[in-house]
């Protein structure tokens, strides 16, 4: 009986612990989110990223009353980083554009919103445009929020006195990437 090389048995087993590891970890599910940005069937789970940082908003006359004022969503500033806390990316806007470090990009359109509880941006499902580069966000189709922590307008007061001033608050959010199956 003939031994197997190093190299062969070092490989075999450093893919055992690879597959037992991935084996051990949750995988998304989406099935606890509202109908409304669930993503259709036939995607799969690209890549899974949490969100940090601030989005900045801005007091401004109401679009159809422009004796009333409110806070306006202007954009989001946030650094996307891997489950595990390693950095692989951007957030920010406007437009909405999430970057990975590799360059590649993509910006989104609304598909639907729901709520995700007080004093929390509301989960969101966002439809991919064609992504810049060749990299992570290349066939991205499909954009979730999901697991949001803050991020809504400011409870300063928004008046005639304040129009152009702005306002950055704090939020989390994990954000799900879909492609096609």
């Given at each position: 009986?003939?031994?197997?090389?190093?190299?062969?048995?070092?490989?075999?087993?450093?893919?055992?612990?690879?597959?037992?590891?991935?084996?051990?970890?949750p995988k998304?599910?989406?099935?606890?989110?509202?109908?409304?940005?669930?993503?259709?069937?036939?995607?799969?789970?690209?890549?899974?990223?949490?969100?940090?940082?601030?989005?900045?908003?801005?007091?401004?006359?109401?679009?159809?009353?422009?004796?009333?004022?409110?806070?306006?969503?202007?954009?989001?500033?946030?650094?996307?980083?891997?489950?595990?806390?390693?950095?692989?990316?951007k957030?920010?806007?406007?437009?909405?554009t999430?970057?990975?470090?590799?360059?590649?990009?993509?910006?989104?359109?609304?598909?639907?919103?729901?709520?995700a509880?007080?004093g929390?941006?509301?989960?969101?499902?966002?439809?991919?445009?064609?992504?810049?580069?060749?990299g992570?966000?290349?066939?991205?189709?499909?954009i979730?929020?999901?697991?949001?922590?803050?991020?809504?307008?400011?409870?300063?007061?928004?008046?005639?006195?304040?129009?152009?001033?702005?306002?950055?608050?704090?939020?989390q959010?994990?954000?799900?990437?879909?492609?096609?199956?």
């Amino acid at each position: 009986m003939q031994t197997p090389p190093t190299t062969v048995v070092a490989a075999a087993i450093a893919t055992a612990l690879l597959l037992s590891a991935c084996a051990g970890m949750p995988k998304f599910d989406q099935q606890g989110l509202p109908a409304a940005v669930q993503v259709p069937t036939g995607h799969r789970v690209a890549m899974e990223t949490v969100g940090a940082g601030e989005i900045t908003y801005e007091c401004k006359a109401k679009k159809d009353a422009a004796d009333q004022f409110e806070w306006t969503f202007i954009g989001p500033d946030a650094l996307l980083s891997d489950r595990s806390g390693k950095a692989v990316g951007k957030y920010f806007g406007p437009p909405a554009t999430w970057q990975s470090n590799d360059g590649s990009k993509v910006t989104a359109t609304q598909l639907a919103v729901a709520p995700a509880g007080a004093g929390n941006i509301p989960y969101q499902l966002v439809k991919a445009n064609p992504s810049v580069g060749s990299g992570e966000m290349f066939g991205i189709s499909h954009i979730q929020r999901v697991a949001t922590k803050g991020g809504v307008a400011p409870a300063a007061p928004c008046a005639a006195a304040h129009v152009g001033s702005k306002q950055k608050v704090q939020y989390q959010a994990d954000y799900i990437f879909w492609k096609a199956a």
